[in-house]
């Protein structure tokens, strides 16, 4: 086995962060969620749910104003920012994302965002201007993939994404590299280790045949899950984002590790 590889079976590959977790919650993390728009704050109302069950110690919810109707009695954990006609984001909700950002020890960009340009070129500016850790999984990692500009340089940034959405990455950034559902584990594990050789600052957690991929810094795990429901990168995103801001200067075992706890709950 190539020595970048680890592999998590039974027992988790770091026992110690397992063992050194918070536990009161005003020491596990501030996490602030983003995503929505009129039509749906789902993938939102999972994202939450799931950083609550990997031990996140507070989370705030940002949602477009077009929402706060529908949901604000649903969904008291929810704060709003201006939308546009479309029911995205508008850009001056960036003034507001910033500021709760900054309150944060860690976002995540949860999805359900919509297809709108405008909420799409604030998210990109947000990344651009956000210097802490930024979790990024669904529609908008799919929009970064296809225009990864603020995030090919940026330090601290996690992609939870599909096969398909990280071979869009691989061409947008005119890698060589070619990641299709045809490879096989091995040559996925040699592939990502090159990827983020070359790309060293962005962190990756991808999926095939039932097995969970985590590369950082040149290294990569797979852990066998348990399910092979298709319905997986939220739940995941939120594990990885709470687990990585309780262990901000080790994001490989972090990341790891929330990928082995979120298997076995």
């Known amino acids: 086995m190539q020595p970048y590889w680890y592999k998590q079976a039974e027992k988790p590959l770091f026992p110690d962060l397992l063992w050194a977790r918070p536990e009161m919650k005003s020491a596990a993390g501030k996490l602030l969620i983003v995503g929505g728009h009129a039509q749906s704050f789902a993938l939102v109302a999972e994202a939450y749910s799931a950083a609550q069950a990997a031990g996140i110690g507070v989370a705030r919810v940002l949602l477009p104003a077009?929402?706060?109707?529908?949901?604000?009695?649903?969904?008291?954990?929810?704060?709003y920012a201006p939308s546009n006609p479309s029911g995205g984001f508008a850009t001056s909700a960036l003034a507001e994302l910033l500021a709760l950002a900054q309150w944060s020890d860690g976002v995540l960009l949860a999805g359900d965002l919509g297809r709108n340009s405008e909420t799409h070129a604030m998210l990109e500016n947000f990344a651009g201007n956000y210097t802490g850790q930024l979790t990024i999984t669904k529609d908008i990692a799919d929009f970064f993939c296809t225009q990864p500009t603020a995030i090919?340089?940026?330090?601290?940034?996690?992609?939870?994404?599909?096969?398909?959405?990280l071979q869009k990455l691989a061409v947008s950034l005119r890698t060589p590299y070619a990641f299709t559902s045809e490879v096989?584990?091995?040559?996925?594990?040699?592939?990502?280790?090159?990827?983020?050789?070359?790309?060293?600052?962005?962190?990756?957690?991808?999926?095939?045949?039932?097995?969970?991929?985590?590369?950082?810094?040149?290294?990569?795990?797979?852990?066998?899950?348990?399910?092979?429901?298709?319905?997986?990168?939220?739940?995941?995103?939120?594990?990885?984002?709470?687990w990585w801001l309780q262990n901000p200067h080790k994001q490989f075992e972090a990341l790891t590790s929330s990928v082995y706890t979120s298997n076995n709950l």
């Open 66 to 79: 077009s929402l706060e109707r529908t949901v604000g009695r649903l969904f008291p954990a929810a704060e």
């Open 152 to 165: 090919r340089e940026r330090p601290d940034t996690t992609l939870v994404v599909s096969m398909g959405q």
């Open 184 to 242: 096989g584990v091995l040559q996925l594990v040699e592939l990502l280790h090159s990827f983020t050789s070359d790309h060293y600052h962005m962190a990756i957690i991808t999926r095939l045949h039932n097995q969970l991929f985590v590369t950082a810094a040149s290294k990569v795990s797979t852990t066998q899950t348990r399910s092979d429901s298709a319905v997986w990168r939220t739940s995941t995103a939120a594990g990885a984002a709470t």
